[in-house]
């Protein structure tokens, strides 16, 4: 029969074959066809697992590719133990077969502003929003891809919990001097909840207000996945509070900056302008910030942080967490199937634009091995970078020989193909 099983992303699973033969045979063999069948099953692909294959000795254990596998166990019997009856071992006719769809959870983000409460002017008032939280695997679908959205807020001296069902929801009566905690979740259409988004505050006075939002530039791209010199954009960007701040935007691995400090003072018209009835409301342009050159593959945080210019201590803080993700997308051109001895080929291959070098291992492992730096032939067409060049065949005897193409990033990242 044929099952559908849904695993997150990097969870351990565990695949079981059970044997059992009408004739009470022995087992000669048992493997498993363990395919990714469709990487692409799901939005913003991380290519096609490696691992995967078929007449498998073991099963795969944890799934770091996402899309759709087949997993097919495959038993073969022995009805007698001699290979020279080997035509009579016999494969198990019937499908078993278990899809098995590898998803991410939904990734939470969240905004919230505080005010001073116009009913109970002892308290202050809180307003969480939805912040473009989403799912990778249906970033272009409606809601992008989340289904449902859960708040939770509790002041220590309260009993339980509050929680909301909603995008949105607004506190009226937060104590001043009493900690409170906001958890955050949303779900996504495979039913997985995100990690909670968790704050904890206790405000004596309202503090410097913040939200912004984010997303690629080019939206080609996932803010999970950008590549090297592509941009991000953080746009939505609004602050409250009655001194003058200004904005200051950056990447960081922890607690270290990565690449350039976008610094952004407020000047009327030029940076942002004032809300027309709350003086004290201030809307921002959006910035881009540009992923360097060299900075390698991996999560990083992208801040947004609103200072107040007379008191620098006193600030305001928004964190995404992003990746950075360059494709190489190395393509050799298939070379001719002959080639003669001292006379002219070509060596032509493509890349992703972001390849930096390309490197051919011409007759590899041999006497006539010969590293070949390919230049680029002509600009970067749809994304992808041209690399041609002639070269003369050396004196080598008739055979079959390997060349081995390497295409390398300016961030570390490397492909080879052959």
Known sequence: GTNDVYVLLGDNIEVTMLYDDYESDEAYSMVYDFEHTNPNYFENSLGKDPNAGTGLLKPLTTLNYVGHYEVRPKAKDNPKDDDRFAEYRLENMDEALVNVYVHRRPIALMNFRFGVSSVEPNYLTLTCTDNGSYDLDHESAIGKGIVKYEFAIKGENDASWIKVNQSSFTHLKI??????????????????????????FKLDEVPVNLTAKIQARDDGFSIDGMPITEYFNIYDIETEYPKELKLEIALYDGDIRKGSLITVPFNEGASAVRDGTNPNLVKWNPRDLQVPLTLPDKAYQLKVTAIDVSNPLKTAEVVFDVGVRTPINLYP??????????????????????????????????????????????????????????????????????????????????????
Do not use: C, H
Not at 341 to 361: C, D, H, P, Q
């Open 333 to 418: 051109e298939i070379m001719p199937e002959e080639l003669l001895a001292e006379e002219a080929y070509m060596l032509k291959a493509f890349t992703s634009k972001y390849a930096g070098t390309l490197i051919v291992k011409a007759f590899k492992d041999t006497a006539k091995e010969k590293s070949i730096t390919m230049p680029l032939d002509g600009s970067v067409v749809a994304n992808m970078k041209k690399w041609l060049k002639e070269e003369v065949v050396p004196a080598v005897d008739e055979g079959e020989y390997t060349f081995e193409f390497t295409a390398t990033t300016p961030n570390g990242n490397s492909e080879t193909a052959i």
């Open 175 to 200: 104590e001043r001097g009493v900690e409170y905690k906001i958890i955050y979740r949303v779900q996504d259409i495979e039913g997985a909840w995100s990690l909670p988004l968790e704050k904890t």
